[in-house]
Nanobody, 116 residues
Framework: QVQLVESGGGLVQAGGSLRLSCATS????????MNWYRQAPGTQRELVAA???????NYADSVKGRFTISRDNDSNTVYLQMNSLKPEDTAVYYC??????????WGQGLQVIISS
């Protein structure tokens, strides 16, 4: 069974940067959507950034201008470059893939902690 493998989380001071990565453990034929979500304690999971097969992107207002999502279709990898991090960015970050065949995949979650 194909799984998503995330890396890059951790603890960083406010104003710092982190780069998250998410790749598949196997082959998925054409991934239409590669997204990043996050969930802070006591809150609902929210969409942070989205990237479609055609390359269009969408961001939550709270991260616009600070986060950049990118993807490598050859390696089925999605990245989230996070700059100017704030304590309110602290959350568990999840990658999500939706294949062209309509299958959904979630990563295991990465803890990101931003200290003030």
């Amino acid at each position: 069974q194909v799984q998503l493998v995330e890396s890059g989380g951790g603890l960083v001071q406010a104003g710092g940067s982190l780069r998250l990565s998410c790749a598949t453990s196997g082959t998925i034929f054409r991934i239409d959507a590669m997204n990043w979500y996050r969930q802070a304690p006591g809150t609902q999971r929210e969409l942070v950034a989205a990237n479609t097969w055609g390359g269009s992107t969408n961001y939550a207002d709270s991260v616009k201008g600070r986060f950049t999502i990118s993807r490598d279709n050859d390696s089925n990898t999605v990245y989230l470059q996070m700059n100017s991090l704030k304590p309110e960015d602290t959350a568990v970050y999840y990658c999500y893939f939706r294949s062209h065949r309509g299958l959904h995949y979630w990563g295991q979650g990465l803890q990101v902690i931003i200290s003030s």
